[in-house]
């Protein structure tokens, strides 16, 4: 500032006033030429003031905001755009019946279902298979979450159908590790064609319902926006689905397993963890580690030793305060996605054993958080004749505590309590999960319409509209993936859809300007531009006043 | 003879001081070359070594995000042997650089110029330094030395000003506008002073007979000077092979200012502080007031070109975006040019004291806040402001100094009386 006061007021001063001892003199006029100077040094400014400073203020300070497709947006988190239907489809495989007695149980069967059923999203369509069994194990049920182009509805359950003598009622039994669901019925209970109604029918119908009534109850309990569930759900197990959900971990792209031995002393120092490693869930990255001298926080109550269990005991409400979150290094986080911990803690020698005292349970789950077991070894003479842990823990000392393990994992990721089949507990957990996906991303789709709507302010970047595109898009592909019944695909989309929606309401640089408000603008511009722009303007003003005064007076003498 | 033999004595005591420094004190060049002071971003000797290194494994020297200077350089030190290993031919090759620009300021000043040119006549052109004081004082200024020792690359631009303008005032005004092409090609603002330096040939040109049309000699001359830089970028493609990338690593660091190391500017704790979504604007008023210098100084001393070159390399000194003491330097060596000044300016003391102040405090408030961790940035930030505040009053005071004479000699029964602003 210093030199362009100089430069401009200078000449001005040197040709205003010269300052006589006593006598005050009018200065002495200005020359045409230097007037002309002048001119020229105030219009060159303004003229990078003009032609290049409007334009670069122009162009970097507007707000780019790329159109968005509000009302759709509003539409999915309304629901207005989809309604998720769940048709799983079952099919019932009668090797044994003739088809037209196949096809007359379906019927019965499909009545009864429709008639039990008081959910209409969430509903079970029978179909006939030509007898073999094709039951579906849990590997492919999992991939077929990966290929979203699959065109087939996925086959929910096969419910197989054997005759077998002297049964006085049918009765059903689960496979544990498959999809199938075999019944045995007494041949004398096959429905005559002319019936409306079976026993056989009734106990399928009741079957499949007793099967899928958690899982629909949780699906109405998320659909209906966690107030109310359906009516029929007793209460016990609507508080169960509650407790359940807020239990499990929030959904995230990948999880980071952590497995992690405590000890307060020595040893065991070892452990087959690679061995013992649980099920086979390969879209997790796991890691192991070994803490010796694992303290508890000082803060945290002692065990104390119980007469009538003869084992150290910890009260259920201390709990919380077992996991000394300060001193063992449980990292929060590696990498990108939340860490799901797993702690097995093998308690000193001379507090071994140790139970929770309330149950005599040696493990718990913290919530959203992960899983505590408490290993008690045998424990082995030493030649001091003390008792010590045994160095090493080998794969058949760890089985109960990573069964356990992974009981808590499938809990903390929202599976499930029943049905009693892993496969099928799984599925349930993409259709409930695909629920939560959709239901998520619609209403964070609705959250940024409405943002976007309020503060008119902040740029919407291309980024945002595009993540927004490939969101409604992927919605709509979920939607009707569900609609057909294809699970696993309408679960990949969602997830891509949930990814997409969070990307672009997290947008770095609209949330940047929310709380920047026009008036702060003032104070941004003015601490620089006022003092350069205030001799600028006083300049303009002084030379624009003068050549009116010309004109003026030019005109006068005219 | 005599003259010659001052001018050899000058510039062989220089050399030797130089050369002394340098083996007296082995560690002083490196020490200097790591000074924020004297080392920025876009001249540093160490980033150059590093650009080097990748260019000598033909790896693009811009690949490490470090060097941003001109890809030519390159070629250039590769010709000289390892500096690390042998860093006196590297020195003594700037050493030669300093002397060249020295030279050059002595035909400047044999020139005349400053005093006299076509529409101009200072009233005291008796009061004046001849060519081999002025390269004295540009030789044994210690900024000057400062910058040599530390092997900062602006020694090369200054070269290219320096012999853009003796080129210019002897007449010959294509050398100059490729010297100016060589100098706006290594950093870009020297393309600024272009328009003064276009009037300075213009001048020396229609004082011969047939002076050509005024807008002609400007365009060609400026297409002079775009093709000057057009064959260096083309040749510097050659180098890099990918355009693009050199563009950006070097220019648009220019123009972008992304490394706020700090240094003697007035732009690295501004931007710092920046707001994000307001960066851009103001990187745009930054760039605007130093281009706007010269539209308005040009047309108040347009009898005075060599004036205008001389006040601008002062505004670039204080408000470029990486400016450095060799900056600095190039004003305070062009100023002696003005010695029949002298006597008009009225805040030399003032000036002069701040000058030294900041340049003595400086480095010892960078010691506080970056190695001592007893003060904070605002204490260098706060000296970097009373440096440039220094050269800001010297510059005005110079511009004051001028205007003054100009004024002497259209009033010429006025001088020696005192101005009083109304």
Redesign the interface.
């Known amino acids: ?19 006589q001892p006593s006598v005050q003199r009018a200065p ?1 006029p200005e ?1 045409p030429a230097a007037l002309q ?1 002048r001119f ?2 105030i ?3 303004w ?3 003009i032609f ?2 409007f334009p ?2 122009w162009k ?2 507007s707000i780019y905001r790329a159109s968005l497709p509000i009302e759709e947006m509003v539409d999915w988190a309304d629901g207005k755009a989809c309604r998720p239907v769940f048709p799983l489809e079952i099919h019932l495989a009668t090797p044994s019946m003739q088809y037209f007695e196949a096809q007359n149980l379906l019927r019965t069967t499909q009545h009864t279902l429709d008639d039990l059923n008081e959910f209409a999203a969430h509903h079970l369509r029978l179909k006939l298979t030509n007898g073999s069994t094709t039951a579906v194990n849990s590997d492919d049920s999992l991939e077929n979450a990966q290929t979203p182009a699959e065109e087939t509805a996925d086959t929910a359950l096969t419910v197989q159908l054997l005759p077998r003598d002297g049964l006085a009622s049918p009765w059903s039994e689960l496979h544990a590790a498959a999809t199938q669901l075999d019944i045995f019925y007494p041949p004398s209970q096959v429905p005559v064609p002319s019936s409306s109604n079976s026993p056989l029918s009734t106990f399928i119908a009741a079957e499949l319902q007793r099967l899928y009534g958690e899982e629909k109850a949780t699906i109405a309990h998320i659909l209906s926006g966690n107030t109310a569930g359906l009516d029929s759900t007793s209460p016990q197990l609507a508080e169960d689905i509650d407790r359940r959900l807020r239990r499990s971990m929030k959904y995230a792209e990948t999880y980071h397993l952590s497995f992690s031995l405590f000890t307060p002393k020595s040893e065991p120092s070892s452990w087959d963890i690679e061995a013992a490693a649980l099920s086979p869930i390969s879209n997790f990255t796991v890691d192991t580690q070994v803490q010796l001298y694992a303290n508890f926080a000082p803060t945290a109550p002692k065990p104390e030793y119980d007469e009538s269990e003869a084992a150290w005991t910890l009260k259920k409400e201390d709990l919380s305060a077992f996991v000394n979150a300060a001193e063992w290094p449980l990292n929060p986080s590696i990498g990108n996605g939340p860490t799901i911990n797993f702690i097995l803690y093998v308690p000193d020698p001379s507090q071994s054993p140790l139970i929770v005292k309330e149950n005599r349970a040696s493990s718990w789950m913290v919530p959203q958080w992960g899983g505590v077991f408490l290993l008690n070894p045998p424990l082995s003479n030493t030649e001091q004749g003390g008792l010590s842990n045994p160095s090493h823990l080998s794969q058949d000392s760890l089985g109960p505590a990573f069964m356990t393990f992974s009981h808590q994992l499938l809990t903390l990721l929202g599976t499930p309590s029943t049905p009693a089949s892993l496969p099928l507990r799984l599925q349930t957990s993409i259709r409930i999960r695909a629920a939560t996906l959709l239901l998520s991303a619609s209403s964070t789709m609705g959250s940024l319409a409405r943002l976007t709507e309020s503060l008119p302010s902040i740029p919407i970047p291309a980024t945002v509209a595009t993540s927004v595109s490939t969101t409604l898009s992927h919605l709509a592909a979920s939607c009707a993936h569900l609609r057909e019944g294809r699970f696993g695909a309408a679960l990949a989309s969602a997830r891509v859809a949930e990814t997409e929606a969070e990307r672009s309401f997290f947008e770095k640089s609209m949330v ?2 929310v709380y ?1 408000p026009d008036e702060h603008k003032v104070a ?1 511009y003015l601490p ?2 006022g003092p ?1 722009g205030v001799p600028l303007v006083v300049g303009l003003l002084k030379e624009l006043k003068r050549i009116a005064a010309r004109r003026k007076a030019k005109g006068a003498a005219s | 003879m005599a003259v010659d033999r001052r001018r050899i004595a000058v510039f062989g005591a220089a050399f030797v001081l130089r050369l002394l420094l340098t083996c007296l004190f082995p560690s002083l060049p490196g020490l200097l070359t790591g000074r924020v002071e004297i080392s920025t971003p876009v001249n540093s000797f160490k980033r150059l070594q590093e650009g080097l290194f990748l260019y000598t494994r033909n790896v693009s020297p811009y690949d490490g995000g470090v060097f941003h200077q001109a890809p030519l350089l390159l070629p250039l030190f590769a010709l000289l042997p390892d500096a690390t290993n042998s860093p006196l031919p590297t020195s003594i090759f700037y050493f030669l650089v300093d002397l060249l620009n020295a030279n050059a300021l002595v035909t400047i000043s044999a020139s005349g110029q400053s005093v006299k040119s076509r529409l101009h006549s200072a009233v005291r052109k008796h009061v004046r330094w001849d060519g081999v004081s002025v390269a004295a004082w540009f030789l044994f200024n210690p900024f000057t030395i400062a910058t040599c020792l530390a092997r900062s690359t602006s020694v090369f631009t200054t070269s290219g000003i320096l012999f853009a303008v003796s080129n210019a005032v002897s007449g010959n005004s294509i050398n100059a506008m490729l010297a100016l092409g060589f100098a706006s090609y290594l950093s870009l603002y020297p393309a600024l002073l272009f328009v003064p330096l276009v009037l300075l040939c213009y001048d020396q040109r229609s004082g011969r007979p047939n002076p050509p049309n005024v807008a002609y000699f400007i365009v060609q001359h400026a297409a002079l000077l775009l093709a000057s830089v057009a064959g260096l970028l083309g040749l510097s493609c050659l180098i890099t092979g990918n355009f693009w990338e050199f563009i950006s690593a070097t220019y648009g660091f220019h123009l972008l200012v992304p490394d706020l190391t700090p240094n003697v500017g007035l732009w690295w704790y501004f931007f710092i502080e920046m707001f994000d979504s307001f960066r851009e604007f103001f990187l745009g008023v930054f760039w605007l007031h130093l281009a706007s210098y010269v539209g308005g100084l040009t047309a108040r001393f347009r009898s005075q070109p060599l004036f205008v070159i001389t006040s601008l390399l002062g505004v670039f000194a204080i408000f470029k975006p990486y400016p450095s003491i060799s900056d600095a330097s190039l004003f305070f060596a062009l100023l002696p040019l003005y010695r029949h000044l002298f006597p008009l300016m009225r805040y030399t003391f003032f000036a002069g004291s701040a000058i030294l102040y900041s340049s003595l405090l400086g480095p010892a408030f960078y010691y506080l806040w970056i190695y001592a961790g007893s003060g904070n940035a605002n204490f260098f930030y706060a000296i970097t402001l009373v440096w440039s505040l220094g050269l800001s009053i010297l510059l005005a005071d110079t511009v004051f100094a001028a205007l003054r004479d100009e004024w002497e000699q259209e009033h010429p029964e006025q001088v020696g009386m005192d101005v009083r602003q109304v």
Not at chain 1, 1 to 19: F, I
């Open positions: 500032m210093m030199t362009k006061t100089g430069d401009q007021e200078s000449p001005q001063a040197s040709a205003s006033q010269v300052d002495p020359t100077t020229r040094v219009a060159a400014f003229a990078v003031i290049l400073g670069i203020w970097t300070t940047g300007q920047f941004v620089l531009l350069i």
